[in-house]
């Protein structure tokens, strides 16, 4: 096909990107597959190759970090002296960089360091089917475009259906090239009849076929095929099973067509005698989560493996659903995605009478059953528990090769089906359910399976999954009870329960998935001996601790409060800041480096590179989409915080940036320097428009008011200044405190401002005269500070301090005198040693944990440390 489209005069140029786009069946892969097989003809050529292929019916090379993990090998693959930027992660944080939550981050920084290699020679990157990457297809696209716009070396080659997400992320790019194969119809047109040709005097080989039959079964499949080389693949292999004689009047019965082709061969399907068994397996193929062994779906479904039994050639009735499925090696697949794609729009049809949650209520009930049948203590017999998984070899006869997809995929089946059907979650959620039953009989030998599979990640997030659908229930049937005692004892008696072996059984896997994960049968030892003596997991698999340890180590009884550990930074870590909406984290590093992280599981979304000096402050934009960093040579740098990339540099202090802050609406960012300025910068064009000069000592911080108007700075100088921030006017100096002033802070009203300063006090002010309100003593200077909603509190790294009421008369000069704070609910001691509630401790923090910088929520804790850690509590009342 290559032969008839015009590929390669645009993909010689500098920056070139060509995207071919067309409908399923088009003939995108081939015409792909005809351009790597030209990229590979010369021997003596000097450029690089390294493609992939997506498939969305395959969990394995459906998701963005299996495309990176692909270019990348076989990047290392062509040009070898490549491997030292994969070895430079491998020897820092080793194999489970590449295998963890985290993989995405490491692979697309050694990817962009290879593109950015200067030895690196001119290279094709091709990747086929974009559209069927279902898994962060959206980082992926965005790093593409970046590289894309950066590099002239690098030539990319993409295929895709017609999306118009795709369309629109890669139409960014600049020397962009789209090809539409629906535009190129000609072109096609001819490729299409050379595949036409081709397979009827295949066919003709093989049936006999004389000349006029073959002729008119060719003019009858170039007229009908409408550019769609899969229809004429499909209709082809239809003919086969036709004599010689029956060859055109076959035809006659093949509509036009994908959809409607499809249509005709589920109706011979379904009228043929084996219609049933035949709808049973296509159901259960449409409805699995990756492409399942013939091992697997006998464990799925007593019928398929009554038949399988009965058969001494399984694959023969996968043959009979060859018009959808084919058999590779002891794998099912479908044919195409477009044949996944007909049958999940049929598939209530293809059931019979089944309905799409029966079918998962079924996979998740033969899962549940199958792992408890075939699951227990060593499963593959290794024996010694310092045995690490890549010194694993799989047994010739592998216990888990029918309960694979089971041990990885059994969560996401009970999920849909209380999507669809959520009357019926009483029997599972019972505290004598499958569910209870499985978690106090098998959790271990499932964690051990996980590691053995390389699922430990699936099982985190599957457990989550269970923890929060077992929560939320609990939450909708409290109301119920005061009218409905009998549910009040099955909701007490069922939901408290379960969530508190699920909440445990997290905090198990959390805390124990590095060593799980690399060692499987330290799960019974590590694992065990240094979880807290009360865990739920411990007390019910104590029998499985190792009987060699006489003498337990003395460990803490319950979980502690730390929720998770953010490892990545390299040197102290100097901010951290959560998202105005708490989704996310940000910590800034004197390693050159700002990480943003998922605030629920400790992901590391985005590793920000491209500072000169230590990053000393960082702050998200109020719709956190945009973040800002602070460096301490006087620079300031706006990032997107969804695809990393710098927006802006913003240059003109001439000291250490010291604080940096969004307007309200994102148009501006004010900049709060060492060199006693403050500059207020357009943060689409990154102009500076404004130079605040007043002070006579460092700038420590600024801040906007919430309607825009106003910006008030504090200094070194003892002073807060009021500023209006459209022409640069100074309103007000707010004198007072008797040290350096850290930190100011508007009211969410803009009546009032609120001053931290050196001098171990808070000063509440009157925005508008400038009339000191209230003064409080904190013990200690603080640094973050803001109103709650209401005034009534005062948000710090310490935690919330109680303000005077509004119904109290502000204007006194006794409240203007200076008084002991107030804490209330989380925060953080004076002394840093503990986590407090309402000025109470309540939790010591260990020396390794105690803060070098903080960041406190209404319900959660986040330390940054000295050492590069981020540690984050969360907390409740409860």
């Known amino acids: 096909m290559a032969g008839h489209v015009n590929i390669y005069g645009n993909v010689a140029e500098p920056n070139s990107t060509q995207i071919n786009n067309g409908d399923a069946g088009k003939g995108k892969t081939m015409l792909l597959c005809g351009i790597i097989e030209e990229l590979r003809k010369p021997k003596d050529r000097t450029h690089l190759l390294s493609f992939f292929f997506c498939q969305a019916t395959d969990s394995r090379i459906n998701n963005a970090t299996a495309v990176l993990r692909g270019l990348i090998y076989l990047l290392v693959q062509e040009q070898p002296s490549l491997i030292s930027h994969v070895r430079e992660k491998y020897d820092h944080a080793g194999r489970d960089l590449f295998e963890d939550v985290n993989a995405w981050v490491a692979l697309s920084e050694i990817f962009t360091n290879i593109l950015q290699d200067p030895g690196l020679a001119d290279t094709y990157m091709i990747i086929d089917a974009l559209d069927e990457c279902e898994i962060s297809q959206s980082q992926l696209l965005d790093l593409i475009v970046q590289q894309a716009s950066a590099l002239s070396r690098v030539k990319w080659i993409i295929s895709s259906r017609n999306w118009a997400e795709i369309e629109k992320r890669m139409g960014k790019m600049g020397g962009r090239t789209r090809l539409c194969l629906e535009l190129n119809a000609e072109s096609v047109s001819m490729a299409v009849s050379n595949f036409i040709g081709y397979r009827v005097a295949r066919l003709a080989q093989q049936k006999g076929y004389n000349d006029k039959t073959k002729a008119e079964v060719e003019q009858y499949l170039t007229c009908s095929a409408n550019g769609t080389f899969l229809w004429v693949a499909l209709v082809c292999q239809n003919l086969e099973e036709y004599e010689e004689w029956e060859g055109f009047e076959a035809l006659e019965i093949l509509p036009p067509g994908l959809d409607d082709l499809y249509g005709q061969m589920m109706q011979k399907i379904q009228s043929s005698k084996r219609g049933n068994l035949l709808k049973q397996i296509l159901a259960l193929v449409t409805a699995v989560r990756r492409p399942i062994t013939l091992e697997e779906a006998t464990s799925l479904d007593k019928t398929i493996k009554d038949i399988f039994n009965r058969s001494s050639l399984p694959e023969k009735i996968i043959w009979l659903c060859s018009p959808f499925l084919v058999l590779r090696g002891r794998t099912i697949y479908f044919v195409h995605q477009s044949a996944k794609d007909f049958l999940l729009k049929t598939l209530n049809n293809v059931t019979s009478s089944d309905r799409l949650a029966d079918l998962h209520r079924s996979i998740f009930s033969k899962s549940l059953e199958i792992m408890s049948r075939t699951l227990h203590r060593d499963v593959y017999r290794l024996g010694a528990p310092v045995l690490s998984i890549d010194q694993v070899q799989q047994p010739p006869t592998d216990p888990l090769v029918a309960v694979g997809y089971s041990c990885v995929y059994w969560v996401e089946h009970l999920m849909e089906w209380f999507q669809s059907d959520s009357a019926k979650e009483g029997a599972i959620l019972n505290k004598d359910g499958p569910l209870a039953i499985f978690f106090r009989q098998k959790f271990l030998y499932w964690l051990e399976a996980l590691s053995l599979l390389g699922g430990?990640?699936?099982?985190v997030r599957s457990i989550v999954r269970l923890e929060r659908v077992t929560k939320v229930r609990g939450h909708l049937l409290?109301?119920?009870?005061?009218?409905?005692?009998?549910?009040?004892l099955v909701q007490e008696k069922v939901i408290p329960y379960l969530f508190?072996?699920?909440r445990d059984a997290r905090r198990f896997l959390q805390s124990h998935k590095w060593v799980i994960e690399n060692y499987p049968l330290q799960v019974y030892a590590s694992a065990l001996v240094f979880s807290p003596t009360r865990s739920l997991i411990r007390e019910r698999f104590e029998q499985e601790k190792p009987r060699w340890i006489k003498f337990m180590p003395t460990i803490e009884l319950q979980w502690s409060a730390c929720l998770q550990t953010l490892e990545g930074h390299s040197d102290s870590v100097n901010s951290v800041v959560y998202s105005h909406d708490g989704k996310h984290l940000a910590s800034a590093s004197h390693d050159k480096t700002v990480k943003i992280w998922d605030a629920s599981d400790g992901t590391c979304l985005q590793t920000?590179?491209?500072?000169?000096?230590?990053?000393?402050?960082?702050?998200?934009?109020?719709?956190?989409?945009?973040l800002a960093s602070a460096l301490c040579d006087g620079t300031v740098k706006i990032w997107d915080t969804i695809n990393g990339t710098c927006l802006q540099t913003l240059e003109g202090h001439n000291e250490w940036d010291r604080s940096v802050v969004f307007s309200h609406d994102g148009k501006h960012l004010a900049s709060a320097s060492g060199d006693g300025t403050v500059k207020i910068w357009d943060t689409i064009n990154g102009t500076c428009l404004q130079t605040l000069e007043g002070h006579n000592e460092w700038v420590n911080s600024t801040v906007y008011s919430h309607d825009g108007k106003h910006?008030?700075?504090?200094?070194?100088?003892?002073?807060?200044?009021?500023?209006?921030?459209?022409?640069?006017?100074?309103?007000?100096?707010?004198?007072?405190?008797?040290?350096?002033?850290?930190s100011a802070v508007y009211s969410h009203d803009d009546k009032h401002l609120a001053s931290a300063s050196g001098d171990m006090t808070v000063k509440i002010w009157d925005a508008s005269d400038g009339t000191c309100l209230q003064t409080l003593d904190v013990g200690k200077p603080l640094q973050n500070i803001s109103f709650t909603k209401s005034g009534s509190f005062l948000h710090t790294e310490i935690g919330a301090l109680r303000l005077e009421t509004q119904s109290a008369p502000m204007l006194t000069q006794s409240i203007a005198d200076c008084k002991e704070a107030h804490q209330h609910g989380f925060g953080l001691s004076i002394d840093q040693k503990w986590i407090t509630r309402d000025s109470e401790n309540l939790l010591w923090l260990p020396p390794d944990y105690r803060p070098s910088t903080s960041s406190v929520t209404a319900s959660a804790v986040a330390i940054g440390c000295r050492h590069g850690r981020v540690f984050t509590f969360s907390l409740s009342d409860g």
Not at 478 to 488: D, G, H, M
Not at 608 to 624: A, E, I
């Open 608 to 626: 920000l590179k491209g500072h000169s000096y230590s990053v000393s402050s960082v702050v998200f934009s109020y719709d956190s989409k945009h």
């Open 711 to 742: 910006l008030a700075s504090a200094s070194s100088d003892n002073t807060v200044k009021i500023w209006d921030a459209t022409d640069g006017t100074c309103l007000q100096t707010l004198e007072g405190h008797s040290d350096w002033v850290n």
């Open 456 to 459: 430990m990640s699936e099982g």
């Open 478 to 488: 409290t109301p119920f009870a005061l009218s409905q005692n009998k549910l009040t």
């Open 500 to 502: 508190d072996v699920l």
